[in-house]
């Protein structure tokens, strides 16, 4: 898919569905992706966090929940926004 092409309402919504709740954030990421804007910078402790919740088996919410943090929180961690303490 050609990035320059993208409708990124389309893209949103699907990633919405998939994600099963709505992501406020999600439509000036994808804006920022279409124009070029670089992208933020994933981390160890990022990638360690999501492998740690993909491996259990729980959801974003659900894992944010078992560590007693908010999911915004945690999505930001694995979405690379900010880094884990």
Same mark, same amino acid.
């Given at each position: 898919?050609?990035?320059?092409?993208?409708? &990124?309402?389309?893209?949103?919504?699907?990633?919405?569905?998939?994600?099963?709740?709505?992501?406020?954030?999600?439509?000036?990421?994808?804006?920022?992706?279409?124009?070029? &804007?670089?992208?933020?910078?994933?981390?160890?402790?990022?990638?360690?966090?999501?492998?740690?919740?993909?491996?259990?088996?729980?959801?974003?919410?659900?894992?944010?929940?078992?560590?007693?943090?908010?999911?915004?929180?945690?999505?930001?961690?694995?979405?690379?926004?900010?880094?884990?303490?």
């Amino acid at each position: 898919m050609d990035i320059k092409k993208m409708d &990124i309402e389309a893209v949103a919504k699907a990633i919405e569905v998939d994600a099963g709740e709505s992501l406020p954030d999600l439509r000036q990421a994808l804006k920022e992706a279409k124009a070029g &804007i670089a992208g933020r910078v994933t981390t160890p402790e990022q990638i360690l966090v999501r492998q740690a919740r993909e491996k259990s088996g729980l959801t974003q919410a659900m894992f944010a929940e078992r560590i007693d943090t908010p999911v915004a929180t945690l999505r930001d961690w694995e979405q690379g926004r900010f880094a884990p303490p």
